[in-house]
């Protein structure tokens, strides 16, 4: 269990220095405790305190790698139950199951091709989960070996079997994969295979209870790159035991379940599935082994995951400068709008639509939106002005004229006046751009 912020404070200095950017040294102790900050930020703090204090500096949930180089899945190092508390640090991995049974190569080929851009962002399936579906040791190697070399992704071997999961992983213990699973029966010798290779590994258990002693014992035998697995499979289950194992981390420091976790979908029917899958990204899953691979079901459930794991705190916005649409020239109409994401990229397809040349001004707002960065004085006309002279638009158009949203006719008079420039007041929302351009450009 994790120490208490009294107890954390009898180990500092106590010199109220600020350094740590506390007011006193109770107070860092109280956030040390809380996980909301780090005790490197203590300058002072002695080497016995910081080992009598690792337990308490450490994160509630350990980090956890797979994979090696630039592709690295990190998992685990969570701070938090509710994202908008602060925030999500890593996206759960998304893993696609291919059997040993199945077309192997054609089922990877399939994953390999899974990638989508929405809103300037790129999505993509993290992982190849190989799975020993068949129960022969060799069509598992086979696999195995295959999958290893028709792809880059990062692999979670999943065979309970010590000796087929032995033959197998020389062909991918290069790659770091993600052994699974280590079960009461099996734990010892699968601990000494993930130990010798360097990999991390998966504990599966039948109940919290018995995870929380299986994952003890392995400790205890020196491996700490853990995953855990309640054992549940109806959704329900899964979602109250990976809550249980959130809160009993990060609210209680309870250390044996202080690890990331991993779920697996069991629905038959794939939209079905991928309200499980989703669930599951929800309630907490770290890694997350689905079956289908049909791009119409997967780009929904990344882009949900990519909405949960990004920064409540911190916009997505667009670099803010100005973007050519199609072969733009110096006759192409200039709009103007903020470096919100999801506001740019709604104008720029319509813009694109129009199949009109064109120049789109993304004003740096902070990344928000139009009427929200109107009332927080983000989008006026002085900084719109700016913008048309720090890009140099006199120069890009013969014309001197610029679009403005319709939302915010109010700025045309000001802006006319801070830029010399003529202001057309454009349509309110994004999806009246068509009509607007053809009626006022073509």
């Known amino acids: 269990m994790g120490l208490t912020g009294l107890e954390i404070f009898k180990h500092l200095p106590k010199t109220n220095c600020k350094k740590c950017g506390f007011p006193t040294c109770l107070a860092f102790a109280m956030a040390l405790a809380n996980g909301k900050a780090s005790l490197d930020a203590c300058p002072d703090v002695s080497e016995a305190a910081k080992e009598a204090l690792s337990s308490a500096s450490a994160p509630p949930i350990r980090l956890v790698k ?24 890593h996206p759960t991995a998304v893993a696609i199951a291919v059997n040993d049974s199945d077309d192997v190569a054609a089922k990877v080929a399939a994953v390999n091709a899974l990638s989508f851009e ?6 993509k399936v993290n992982m190849i989960a190989v799975v020993n579906a068949s129960g022969d040791a060799g069509k598992f190697k086979a696999a195995v070996e295959t999958v290893a070399a028709q792809t880059d992704k990062n692999l979670v071997l999943v065979c309970e079997d010590v000796a087929a999961m032995d033959g197998a992983l020389p062909a991918a213990a290069v790659r770091k994969p993600l052994l699974y699973a280590a079960n009461k029966d099996n734990y010892e010798k699968m601990t000494e295979l993930a130990k010798g290779s360097g990999c991390a590994l998966a504990v599966k ?16 035998l ?45 629905k038959e029917d794939e939209q079905a599935e991928m309200l499980q899958a989703a669930s599951y990204i929800a309630k907490f899953s770290s890694v997350l082994i689905i079956k289908t691979a049909k791009k119409e079901l997967l780009l929904p459930l990344l882009a949900w995951r990519s909405n949960l794991f990004t920064d409540p705190q911190k916009p997505v916005a667009v670099e803010p400068g100005l973007h050519a649409i199609g072969d733009a020239g110096p006759d192409s109409p200039v709009y103007c709008t903020t ?44 900084k719109i002005a700016k913008a048309i002279k720090d890009l140099g638009m006199g120069d890009k158009v013969k014309h001197r004229k610029i679009v403005i949203p319709g939302a915010v006719a109010v700025l045309k008079g000001k802006l006319e006046d801070e830029s010399g420039w003529e202001v057309i007041v454009g349509p309110r929302e994004s999806s009246g751009i068509q009509k607007f351009a053809k009626a006022q450009f073509a």
């Not at 180089?69 to 508390?85: A, P, Q």
């Not at 919290?208 to 002693?213: Q, T």
């Not at 209680?252 to 979908?265: D, H």
Request: charged residues 25%; negative net charge; glycine residues 8%.
């Open 118 to 123: 929405r809103v300037g962002q790129q999505y």
């Open 222 to 266: 020196g491996h700490r790159d853990l995953v855990l697995d309640p054992g549940s499979r109806e959704t329900s289950k899964v979602i109250a035991d990976m809550t249980q194992i959130r809160r009993l981390a990060v609210r209680k420091k309870f250390r044996s379940f202080g690890y990331p976790t991993i779920a697996f979908t069991t």
């Open 66 to 89: 797979v994979g090696t180089g630039d592709s690295v899945v990190e998992m685990g190092d969570e701070t938090e139950i509710f994202r908008h508390d602060k925030r999500f640090n």
């Open 339 to 382: 470096n919100f994401s999801l506001t740019y990229f709604l104008v720029e397809g319509e813009v694109d639509a129009t199949r009109i040349p064109s120049y789109i001004i993304s004003v740096d707002t902070g990344g928000i939106s139009v009427l929200t960065a109107y009332a927080d004085n983000k989008f006026t006309a002085e």
């Open 205 to 220: 258990a039948d109940n919290l209870g018995e995870l929380a002693e299986l994952v003890d014992k392995i400790v205890a």
